[in-house]
């Protein structure tokens, strides 16, 4: 599958932003997905991860409650519904796809994404003071 991110760009800290992330090929809905950031000079991170069918999400607590996971099997797109934005939210955003189990990728994905089968390219999100 590949994997396509967008919708990043500048906002002010407290706005909000709307990533998407279009996948081609088949059977999106048999894939677990996740978004991974890698903030300037920092390593890759977990942000958050969404179960095949979407009725499962997990989140890394810097964005708990401010940050959403969702998906779209019919369209083939994840999304990730950002509020309330901080500047240490600043970083290269990056979609990724498992084929795994739920159970593993609720493990594996705070990993910095350890099983990742495939990586979408990044979409830079700026947050300024």
């Known amino acids: 599958v590949q994997l396509q991110a967008s919708g990043g760009g500048l906002v002010q800290a407290g706005g909000s932003l709307r990533l998407s992330c279009a996948a081609s090929g088949r059977a999106f809905s048999s894939y677990h997905m996740g978004w991974f950031r890698q903030p300037p000079g920092k390593e890759r991170e977990f942000v958050a991860a969404?179960?095949?069918?979407?009725?499962?999400?997990y989140y890394a607590d810097s964005v708990k409650g401010r940050f959403t996971i969702a998906r779209d099997n019919a369209k083939n797109t994840m999304y990730l519904q950002m509020n309330s934005l901080k500047p240490e939210d600043t970083a290269g955003y990056y979609c990724a796809a498992n084929r795994g189990s739920w159970g593993t990728w609720r493990i594996t994905a705070p990993r910095a994404g350890s099983q990742t089968d495939y990586w979408g390219q990044g979409t830079q999100v700026t947050v300024s003071s």
């Open positions: 969404i179960s095949g069918s979407g009725s499962n999400t």
